[in-house]
Nanobody
């Protein structure tokens, strides 16, 4: 199984970025997909999750109203649209897969992807 995240970069506060995570080697439309992030010196934290149907999403309080998770099951890809970025959003962002959304939220993950760096300057 491979989860390939991309789309990170260096942006200014208030800018937007869209992360993508392309999956292979798993039955994508049978997995909930999530995004996590880890800032320097901090633990990895949950950011967002989307159910395998695409019909259910959940977000960390810190990103609600600014980030949107979506998926395209035909492309085996999950996205994270990040708007109104803040310096505190600076982190390495990881995508993850689990059988259930609830598992993603608590960090019980079946597969992790490699990270993509997001840096937001003030």
């Amino acid at each position: 199984v491979q989860l390939q995240a991309s789309g990170g970069g260096l942006v200014q506060a208030g800018d937007s970025l869209r992360l993508s995570c392309a999956a292979s080697g798993l039955t994508f439309d049978r997995y909930a997909m999530g995004w996590f992030r880890q800032a320097p010196g901090k633990e990895r934290e949950f950011v967002a999750v989307i159910a395998w149907t695409g019909g259910g999403t959940d977000y960390a309080d810190s990103v609600k109203g600014r980030f949107t998770v979506s998926r395209d099951n035909a492309k085996n890809t999950v996205y994270l649209q990040m708007n109104s970025l803040k310096p505190e959003d600076t982190a390495v962002y990881y995508c993850a897969a689990a059988r259930r959304s609830a598992s993603v939220v608590v960090g019980t993950i079946d597969y992790w992807g490699q990270g993509t760096q997001v840096t937001v300057s003030s």
